[in-house]
């Protein structure tokens, strides 16, 4: 497979089994975040793994949660999340460490912190790993934030080994999200009714 092929036919999965990478194999991966573009060098990621026994704590974490920032939330979400959290072979808690006093913008720090969630994605399914990034309310919670060791959320990463044959999902023609600009504001088949 070539890289293009790799990168055309990455989807994400949280149909994971065991195993999960390796502690070498998963700072190769997360070497990975460390290429994203960042400027002026903030280097905002923080990454947190959760694995084995320390899941089902995690869990519970996120059933308190969901308490405090999604009160409403229907047993059976509450439910679904518990054995989520709880069962997926391992977890990495996506951590943002903004710093708003610097030059660089807190948006730009944060898409930086994007790219090297989808570095890692990337990297997972070209090792042959597979995974998905979750969020939700969850990522708004301080609390939880802070009982993790990070000062803000941007989601979680689920990450094991695809469970079967993952189908590629039909995506778009990236003709419709593209334009060429001469001199006029441009329009987008995406757009279009």
């Known amino acids: 497979m070539t890289p293009m092929d790799m990168l055309l036919s990455r989807a994400s999965t949280d149909r994971l089994r065991d195993p999960a990478p390796s502690p070498e194999q998963l700072m190769a991966i997360l070497g990975t975040a ?8 903030v280097q905002p990621w923080r990454y947190v ?37 709880a069962s997926m072979p391992m977890i990495i808690a996506l951590g943002m460490h903004l710093q708003p006093e610097h030059k660089i913008p807190l948006w730009e720090q944060e898409m930086c912190v994007a790219a090297g969630a989808m570095n890692i994605l990337n990297a997972l ?17 301080a609390v939880l934030a802070a009982e993790l060791g990070l000062s803000r959320l941007a989601g979680f990463l689920f990450v094991g080994t695809p469970d079967g044959a993952q189908p590629t999902p039909k995506r778009a023609d990236p003709a419709l999200f593209t334009a060429r600009w001469h001199g006029q504001p441009v329009t987008f088949g995406a757009d279009k009714d």
């Open 125 to 141: 399914y070209a090792t042959g790993f597979g995974g998905v990034w979750v969020s939700g309310a969850l990522v708004e919670d």
């Open 49 to 85: 793994v959760i694995e084995g026994q320390d899941r089902p704590a995690l869990a519970e974490r996120i059933v308190a949660s969901m308490a405090r920032v999604e009160p409403e939330a229907p047993a059976a979400k509450i439910e679904k999340r518990r054995t989520r959290f």
């Open 34 to 41: 460390m290429r994203a573009p960042d400027h002026g060098r």
